[in-house]
């Protein structure tokens, strides 16, 4: 599916577009309860940059030599077919927010008319990158799991806020579990994770695992959502019985695990850079033939999951998913006639005075 602006920047109008300003609150409410909605539009965004209609760079990282655990990321794109959008989402992750009770993640997105190239819209962006992140994990534990018995049991290995959407989104595309694990490295990040998902009334049974190895190989569904920085799960044996693994924190498996598996990826030049796992898998065979295809060439039928081996999707994030959910909030929070207009944001608009 495609969204379409309600109030096209472009349209009926000489000069560059208004300027909005979304907080995430009207972020939120504009993507509440639609998330089989946006896995719908996750998957055709693929299709349109599979396809080559879209221009998708490098992300660049802003690191600190005093802070080795931060970074702040700037991720641009366009993306064409019906509602063509360019943009940047500019994403900082401090790890230890955490400690002081904020979220590790805060961003921001900007919207350009593909007209003028003028931004119009400035929106609150931790919300988009956590659904567009879960809605692309939703997409792939159905599209790598329908030829293998469906997963009943998973495992969420890392409990802040990016599992807390993922499951979100399962459910919201009608999963259900027998058995839901957690595993944090802080007790509390499980504990409170845990109490999450009894409030959302889930019939399934709730363990809070001690270790890693107990969680992944009581799970036939393996959600990784942590910071690690390197890799931290080695052993190849531990993924015996051949579960669906949403690699969705990239850097937490090893080649050794990588290199038994079968490899997803929403996009192979972008995976394999950064120091993640698939890009030490490169660094270490010398080659990328362990990796199998695109979750956009499963969906086409392109490749096949065999069922004898685990499979593991890594995603990197691409920029043009921000800007399609970018776009779908847009046209929501305008359509209910809600857009916060900045009065003469640009002003310099003659030439010469």
């Excluded at 992300?59 to 655990?69: A, E, G, I, K, V």
């Excluded at 979220?103 to 990158?129: K, Q």
């Excluded at 802080?186 to 399934?204: K, V």
């Excluded at 920085?229 to 498996?253: G, I, M, Y």
Aim: charged share 15%; proline share 7%.
């Amino acid at each position: 599916m495609t969204t379409t602006r309600s109030v096209p920047p472009a349209a009926g109008r000489v000069g560059p577009p208004p300027f909005a300003v979304i907080p995430g609150s009207q972020v939120r409410s504009a993507l509440s309860g639609r998330e089989k909605q946006v896995v719908e539009l996750v998957e055709a965004t693929y299709r349109l940059h599979g396809s080559g209609r879209s221009v998708n760079p490098p992300s660049s990282f802003l690191n600190f030599p005093d802070r080795p655990t931060a970074r702040i990321i700037a991720l641009p794109a366009s993306l064409g077919g019906d509602a063509p959008v360019s943009g940047l989402k500019w994403i900082s992750s401090f790890p230890s927010n955490v400690a002081a009770g904020i979220p590790r993640a805060s961003a921001v997105l900007i919207l350009n008319d593909p007209v003028t190239g003028y931004p119009f819209a400035c929106m609150e962006s931790s919300i988009i990158s956590a659904t567009r992140t879960a809605a692309s994990a939703a997409s792939a534990a159905d599209r790598l799991s329908r030829d293998r018995p469906r997963p009943l049991r998973v495992g969420f290995f890392g409990a802040g806020l990016i599992a807390r959407y993922i499951h979100t989104f399962l459910v919201g595309t009608g999963w259900s579990f027998d058995d839901i694990g957690v595993y944090d490295v802080s007790p509390d990040s499980s504990a409170g994770f845990r109490t999450y998902l009894e409030q959302t009334g889930t019939a399934g049974r709730i363990t809070v695992h001690s270790g890693g190895e107990q969680l992944i190989r009581q799970s036939d569904l393996v959600v990784f959502a942590t910071v690690a920085a390197q890799p931290h799960v080695h052993e190849a044996s531990w993924f015996a019985h051949n579960p669906v693994v949403l690699h969705v924190s990239l850097r937490d498996l090893a080649p050794t695990v990588l290199l038994a598996s079968t490899n997803i990826v929403d996009d192979v030049d972008h995976c394999l850079r950064a120091a993640t796992s698939p890009h030490l898998t490169e660094q270490l065979t010398g080659n990328r033939d362990f990796v199998d295809g695109t979750l956009d060439q499963v969906v086409a039928g392109e490749v096949t999951i065999p069922r004898d081996r685990p499979v593991v999707f890594s995603p990197f994030g691409l920029g043009v998913l921000d800007l399609a959910v970018g776009n779908l909030v847009y046209d929501e929070v305008a359509s209910r006639g809600g857009l916060h207009l900045v009065d003469d944001f640009f002003t310099e608009l003659s030439r010469y005075g």
